[in-house]
């Protein structure tokens, strides 16, 4: 009985190491929220995916850091990382109201790209000015701020053929069916939606883009995570630096690419499926 208690003990001893490691590890696995933006950032039946998702995956795997993505409706993010429920959030804006919680990344972690879109069949003059687009229709979201430039011009009237819409797919069918000569979008957004019509080989993003807003990776300043936010930094530079950053965006969209290209083949061969 003796032996068999010493050999219980001895087993124990080499366990607890191991216990106390994996512990150790889930304790400090980061907690970052987010919130539905495709093809950004959106749930999956998994946990989280999207551009800047794997973007941020990739760049906690170079830091050695475990990390946990929850998909939440914003408000709800925003709050968590305010009071200390959450580690960090993305994609999020740089406000003055927001620095008084938040220690942002100094890199920037995703440009969010306001673009002119129009049929590749369409002669439309644009000439980087909003007013070269007066008498061209446009086709815009029910109650989206674009940002001041796109704001001003509507308040003004140099945007003067307005066509809404109440959701940005229904826009890019719009423009995919010739209802509408051009719509104002963000790039990768209408990217994500053209791609899902089989229509991205039918449009042209006009140059240039109508304004460029960053978006960061935030931390929560009741964490204390300054030291992780400096590295991650350093990560995300040398991201940028080898091409890997924008080989990830490029990876992304070949998926949807090729995804998009098998649909239209099965839709093809099935009259149903025809309109």
Known sequence: MEAFMKTLLLRLCLL???LLATSTT????VKLVTFAYPPYEYATGDGADGIVVRIVERAFDHLGEDLVIHVLP???ALHMVRIGQADGIFTAYRTEERLRFLD???VVLMPQVLSVWALRSADIGYSGSLDSLGDVSIGL????????KVDEAIRTGQLRTLDYAPVSAQNVKKL???RTDAIIMNKYGAMHHLMKLNGLNRVVELTPAVSSVPSYLAF???KGLSGLRDRLDKVLEEMIATGEYQAIIDGYFAE???GASLQALVDASNPSALR
């Not at 889930?26 to 696995?29: I, L, R, T, V």
């Not at 029910?142 to 001041?148: E, K, L, Q, V």
């Open 141 to 148: 979201v029910d109650d989206i701020s674009y940002g001041p």
């Open 74 to 76: 914003w408000k709800r």
């Open 220 to 222: 929560s300043k009741m």
């Open 16 to 18: 607890a190491p191991l």
């Open 104 to 106: 942002y990344s100094r």
């Open 256 to 258: 949807r690419n090729a």
């Open 176 to 178: 995919l069916y010739g």
């Open 26 to 29: 889930h304790a400090k696995a």
